[in-house]
């Protein structure tokens, strides 16, 4: 039987602190983010943005692929199978593995919307992807949604596998995902040990021309032996201080470092490197997990600049770096210990600017 929505339990004393945050983000026909923002991007906007983007690069930058660790499966598989082991497949999608299940979060293995080349494959093909018990969708845009990903999946698992979207996403879902649930913010369903919990997130939705809004978009927090919180798509928002009060911290965020420039654009619907990292203090989180960049060319930064931009911080603010973790595709982290005493695990990390300013990949 396919598990139904429960409403996650907030204290009123979080209800009244966070109201905006607890908000219904229904707006009759649509949905809305319900706490003062900016305004989301217009088209006028997007045109300017598309016209000033060939002047903002430097002349002559093409986007290179970024390193992949070609036995990055098999090596997440021979992680302590007790820990909390979190493999990243590239972009916004990752494999969770908590608690004797499997989980997999955004996937996405080919172009977006056939339209937005891949700069780096993805670690791995969705047929290696079996014994997966459930997908999580954040959102509707083409570099998460994909419904060719989600239909290879459906049929590597034999149509077993449980979807777990946003309100009003069930029908984008092609014929072959069988079992759906559709959550709105601050429901979960409950798998085996794992609550899987649908939280805000600053963003918007659209797929055409006449679908604006009309789907919910969010983050993820899977809650069993220890948390896991996926972003999703979000500007900086102060919904992160409510996430991490609600569940009394987070163990591991994936959080992204990347399509931040132009900031004059992008910043109320994708954080910047320095956004993300205080994202990481508002949810009281321990371990970093850096995700949607290299895999995609969307915006106007270089493709690897937020993982370097982090490490530099790291380092200048004098951050425990076994707590920050930016890999390479096939990369993977693993939890072991109580929730915020946890120790890691770390395979395949991306390159590390060095103090001299050479690179080198560990």
Same mark, same amino acid.
């Given at each position: 039987m396919d598990p139904h929505p429960v409403d996650t339990p907030i204290s009123p004393a979080i209800q009244r602190e966070f109201s905006d945050f607890?908000?219904? %983000?229904?707006? &009759?026909?649509?949905?809305?983010?319900p706490w003062p923002h900016a305004q989301m991007a217009t088209i006028r906007d997007v045109l300017r943005w598309k016209t000033e983007a060939n002047t903002a690069r430097r002349k002559?930058?093409?986007? *290179?692929? /970024?390193?992949?660790?070609?036995? +990055?499966?098999?090596?997440? =598989?021979?992680? %302590?199978?007790?820990?909390?082991?979190?493999?990243?497949?590239g972009h916004a999608s990752f494999l969770v593995a908590m608690d004797g299940l499997r989980l997999i979060i955004d996937p996405i293995f080919g172009r977006a919307a056939l339209v937005t080349p891949r700069v780096t494959r993805p670690a791995v093909r969705p047929e290696q992807l079996t014994n997966i018990d459930a997908v999580l969708v954040?959102? &509707?845009?083409?570099?998460h949604l994909d %419904?060719?990903?989600?239909?290879?999946?459906?049929?590597a698992n034999d149509g077993r596998t449980l979807f777990i979207v946003p309100a009003g996403m069930s029908t984008?879902? %092609?014929?072959?995902?069988?079992?759906?649930? =559709?959550? *709105?913010w601050w429901q979960h369903v409950v798998l085996g040990k794992l609550r899987v919990h649908f939280v805000p997130a600053q963003h918007w939705h659209q797929r055409t021309a006449f679908d604006r809004n009309k789907r919910l978009w969010g983050g993820y927090v899977i809650d069993g032996t220890h948390r896991v919180y996926h972003s999703g798509d979000t500007g900086y928002f102060?919904?992160?201080?409510?996430?991490?009060?609600?569940? +009394?911290? /987070?163990?591991? *965020?994936?959080?992204?470092?990347?399509?931040?420039?132009? *900031?004059?654009f992008m910043s109320v619907q994708h954080m910047s490197p320095a956004q993300a990292l205080q994202a990481y203090r508002d949810l009281a989180c321990t371990h970093f997990i850096g995700m949607h960049w290299g895999a995609f060319d969307l915006s106007n930064e270089e493709i690897d600049a937020g993982p370097r931009w982090l490490y530099q911080a790291v380092a200048d603010q004098a951050l425990p770096p076994e707590h920050f973790h930016v890999l390479t595709p096939g990369g993977s982290v693993a939890l072991q210990g109580g929730r915020g005493e946890t120790r890691s695990i770390t395979r395949h990390p991306y390159l590390r600017t060095q103090p001299d300013g050479a690179r080198t990949h560990e």
């Open positions: 607890v908000a219904s %983000p229904r707006d &009759g026909s649509q949905f809305r983010n002559g930058y093409r986007p *290179s692929a /970024i390193p992949i660790a070609t036995t +990055g499966l098999t090596d997440f =598989e021979a992680l %302590p199978a007790s820990a909390t082991r979190v493999f990243w497949i954040t959102h &509707g845009h083409h570099d %419904p060719a990903s989600l239909a290879a999946i459906a049929r984008l879902l %092609p014929r072959e995902c069988r079992h759906v649930v =559709e959550l *709105s102060g919904g992160f201080g409510a996430i991490g009060k609600v569940f +009394g911290g /987070i163990d591991a *965020s994936c959080l992204p470092l990347g399509a931040y420039e132009p *900031s004059w």
